[in-house]
């Protein structure tokens, strides 16, 4: 083995082998039981994030795990055309060239993002081998292959002949540069300063006016009511009567609506159905008219005054206050915070707006997807999502499925000259259904379906659906969906709609719902704010000038770019140093906790490069120790060997029992403390004595159980950390006489059986030496400093321990003379450390000097006392512990704790010291 664990030099030698040799594929002709997991299909635009490289380590694990059980294990790949994201990025592509897609047609500029895809759509695939995801390659699916647009027409064309799928003039979120209605989940949310305007609308009668708010004063405009609470005794006489609305020629009704807040402002809520969520829905219980003042791009149509009719919304917002103003009618104007929807795409003000779109009637499918959940076919993990899925699909709104875009499944419906509509796979099927002949003029809806429509069939049209393929018939349901909470809505609860529906059968048994990834201190990692990782930077490291050039390049708020840099160079002065794949990935595994949101900070990924190299390190050493050739297993074991193995069954069950209840985390951490504390730590050094002292038999059993138990190891680590795993593995199965290519392919480790008697003795040992260190540690002595000990107290089983282990106890603690003292003996000058009821004592007399080690510990306690002093400063500010965040709060009390504890220590040792 190489001196030093270099990750760079194994990773995608090794990934590039499993792939060649075809061990991603599920084995069709095996007998074990099925696993499949669906990967959530990543944009083709897109490159791996954080979320994605977080997920994906999680299916990993899954899939890894369940592959060495020996179960029939496929993870389906493939990517969703996102039709938004890639026809945006063509378009600029386009733009660059001094041309628009428009110039180019529909079919030319469709051709031209196909010819994209082929040649730059890979990205994030590429970055996922990187990652050493172990999906079934050969078998990728994209959104758009030409079965699965086949799978999307039927499911279009059944649900439309069952009166599902439907045509009308709703509000939906509409993008004016990119001209599309947006689902929530394209639409972000920025606080931003802003005003609150006031606005006088009088009464017709001339008996004054009402004063109603707005942030959106251009509105008024469209405005059909003005709204008041129906026991609202201010406004009670206003119901019923008519206002004039400012700056039209007309006139409007008072109603009365409980959706009214009475407390707020006048309690009077000026109401307008076609740009405003909440208003349309009051429009619909009063069937108030809808006015749409707006074109497809923001600015004002012919629905507006003439004077205000082609002006951008912003441009007439400014006029129309002044015109307000100048006809007495502005009240006043606040400053006022609020809320602004934007597209994530375009970064444009989204605005609700009424057009004609597709929807589908989701009430009839919602009902045996809440009940799929209610019987227990479909598990959540945690289960308190239940709450969650249970509160949207009981209130579930019409879903839009028709985006104003080229690029995406086309609807399949086309229209003839009278305003006829005729769905159909094709326009051939179209007009058979129809009973068209050709001499009646079809066009197509010039629109696509909504990308989370076709997401929406994924666990079935990547198997096959329609077909009645074995794979379908093998892998669906599916075991087990991994995904963020934030798309329960979007896609699982859809998912779950369209199976039952087309598959009569839940797509997955269970849900693991993991928490969203943020950055060390909480906040979510986004472009405007500079603080994101790019996961493959941290594989492979990145320097700072690039780390800064990569935040700062394409932001949607360029003045935002100095401070970027400026916090970028603060946090990473020296930029971010290559941690590798292995470390990155048990990193995501030891943040798998149930909580919502999970912090990521460097430390915590510096710290399991540590343990990859702990793990390289030991190896080494352990090889070092075995020789050439193979070994053998023992007859008999000793009490140490015997102890490892315990430990290890123990740590294999843990491991096990956790991965199947998707605590990966829980899973991750036995790993982490047998690996390092237990067999690097514990068992190499305990078993140096043997190794260097011990009969042949004893040495040989001893080779054996190193090698046997870092074998179990590296298997039982390989779905967390499978590079590192597999680079040593090779070295360790030879001189054990195991056959196999790759770890990957081998089984999940039989746990060896529990010994309570082995594990006793060892800890009794470990008592004794970690008392010993401590005192070491404590007087700052040499590790390999002879030191005299001396017993006292303890039982008649510590003594037969004693008598049994001593010799094995000085070697490894360098202890000498171990005499047992009377209980009554004076121990004021001797530092003490206990193992239950047994002293463990070290005499002080002569082996330090009292006055240096007096100054040393006094140097000591003044800094402590220092720190515990600012602890207790700061939990005594009550701005601190009620305003700071709650963990912040935390670990400043542990930290408190943990110097009143060493303030304790030092000041018991000095009193030790002035006894001498």
Known sequence: ??????????????????????????????????????????????????????????????????????????????????????????????????????????QAFVDAVWDWKDSSGGTITRQMRRLGASVDWDNERFTMDESLSAAVAKVFVELHDEGLIYRGKRLVNWDPVLHT????????????????????????????????????????????????HPEDERNASLVGQQLRLPLTDRTITVIADDYV?????????????????????????????????????????????????????????????????????????????????????????????????????????????????????????????????????????????????????????????????????????????????DDVALRQDEDVLDTWFSSALWPFTTLGWPEKTDRLDTFYPTSVLVTGFDIIFFWVARMIMMGLRFMDDVPFREIYIHGLIRDGQGQKMSKSKGNVLDPIDLIDGIELDALVEKRTTG?????????????????????????????????????????RDIRFDLGRIEGNRNFCNKLWNATRYVMMQVGEGTVQAPAEHSVIDRWILSRAGVMLQEVATQVENYRVDLASQALYEFTWNEYCDWYLELSKPALQNGSAAEQAATRHTLLAVLEMTLRALHPFTPFVTEEIWQRVREPLGIDGDSIMVQPWPQAPARDSEAEDHVDWMKGILGGIRKIRAELNLAPNRELRVELQQGSADDRERMAQFQPLVAALGRGEGFEWLPDDTDISTSAVALVGDLKVLIPLAGLVDPQAETDRINKQLAKEEAELQKARKKLSNPRFVDNAPKEVVTTERERLATHEARVDSLKAQLERLARL
């Open 261 to 437: 807040d009475p407390e707020f402002g006048t309690g009077c809520v000026k109401i307008t159905p076609a740009h405003d969520f909440n208003d349309y829905e009051i429009g619909q219980r009063h069937n108030l008219e809808m006015i749409n003042i707006l074109n497809p791009d923001a600015t004002l149509n012919d629905n507006a005054p003439e004077a205000y009719r082609g002006l951008d919304r912003f441009e007439a917002r400014e006029r129309i206050v002044a015109d307000l103003e100048a006809a007495g009618l502005l009240d006043g104007v606040d400053k006022h915070s609020n809320k602004i929807p934007l597209g994530d795409r375009s970064g444009a003000v989204v605005e609700p707006y009424l057009t004609d779109q597709w929807y589908v009637k989701v009430e009839s499918l919602a009902k045996p997807a809440i009940e799929a959940v209610e019987d227990g076919r479909i598990r959540f993990v945690p289960e308190n999502w239940n709450k969650t899925y249970y509160n949207w699909m009981n209130d579930i709104q019409d879903w839009c499925i028709s985006r104003q875009l080229w690029w995406g499944h086309r609807i399949p419906a086309w229209y003839d000259d009278e305003g006829g509509i005729y769905v159909g796979h094709d326009e051939a099927d179209a007009r058979q259904r129809a009973g068209l002949g």
């Open 555 to 595: 932001l949607m708020q360029p003045h935002m770019a100095p401070a970027i840099e400026k916090a970028t160079r603060r946090e990473f002065p020296d930029g971010i140093p290559a941690f590798g794949c292995d470390a990155l990935r048990f990193t995501f595994a030891n943040l798998a906790t149930n909580g």
């Open 1 to 106: 083995m190489d001196k030093t664990y270099s990750p760079a030099d194994i990773e995608s030698r090794w990934y590039d082998a499993w792939e060649e040799k075809g061990y991603f594929a599920p084995d069709m002709d095996g007998d074990g039981e099925p696993f499949c997991i669906m990967l959530p299909p990543p944009n083709v635009t897109g490159s791996l994030h954080m979320g994605h490289a977080f997920q994906d380590t999680i299916m990993d694990i899954l899939t890894r795990f369940a592959r060495m059980q020996g179960r029939k294990t496929l993870w389906q790949p493939g990517t969703d055309h996102a039709g938004i994201a890639t026809q945006m990025v063509v378009e600029r592509q386009l733009a660059a060239e001094g041309q628009s897609r428009h110039d180019l047609g529909r």
């Open 181 to 228: 209605a947006l689902s929530d989940l394209e639409v972000l949310s920025e606080e931003r300063n802003g005003k609150i305007w006031r606005i006088r609308y009088p009464l017709v009668d001339g008996q004054g006016h009402v004063v109603v708010a707005t942030t959106r004063p251009e509105t008024l405009l469209g405005d059909t009511a003005v709204a008041v």
